[in-house]
């Protein structure tokens, strides 16, 4: 069974920054394709940005690219999501994510286990 536990939400102004962490136990991240995903209200959860277990290139979504950046530290077993230049639209909550061994183009219903999520709020 794995843990994941978010945190680094907060509310933030228009342009700002902040970093998600990912604190994961009870497996190696480094088998672990671990993404960040988010929620607004009324929406439905979406796919933010994605880490292969095997490293390589992640995966963004078109509205991060050149914004948000996903890292892991397997040292750690943490991952990450440092969020700059953040938008009003990136307000949502956001949450953690790993898929054992899965693939990078993984749909969310693929994903084994999920975090508690941490509320993002970007003020205009």
């Known amino acids: 069974q794995v843990q994941l536990v978010e945190s680094g939400g907060g509310l933030v102004q228009t342009g700002g920054s902040l970093r998600l962490s990912c604190a994961a136990s009870?497996?190696?991240?480094?088998?672990?394709?671990m993404g960040w995903f988010r929620q607004a209200p009324g929406k439905e959860r979406e796919s933010v940005a994605v880490?292969?277990?095997?490293?390589?290139?992640?995966y963004y979504a078109d509205s991060v690219k050149g914004r948000f950046t996903i890292s892991r530290d397997n040292a750690k077993n943490t991952v990450y999501l440092q969020m700059n230049y953040l938008k009003p639209e990136d307000t949502a909550v956001y949450y953690c994510?790993?898929?054992?061994?899965?693939?990078?183009?993984?749909?969310?219903?693929?994903?084994?286990?999920w975090g508690q999520g941490t509320q993002v709020t970007v003020s205009s």
């Open positions: 009870g497996r190696a991240i480094r088998t672990l394709t």
């Open positions: 994510a790993a898929n054992v061994l899965g693939s990078i183009a993984a749909t969310t219903n693929e994903y084994d286990y």
């Open positions: 880490v292969h277990w095997s490293a390589g290139s992640p």
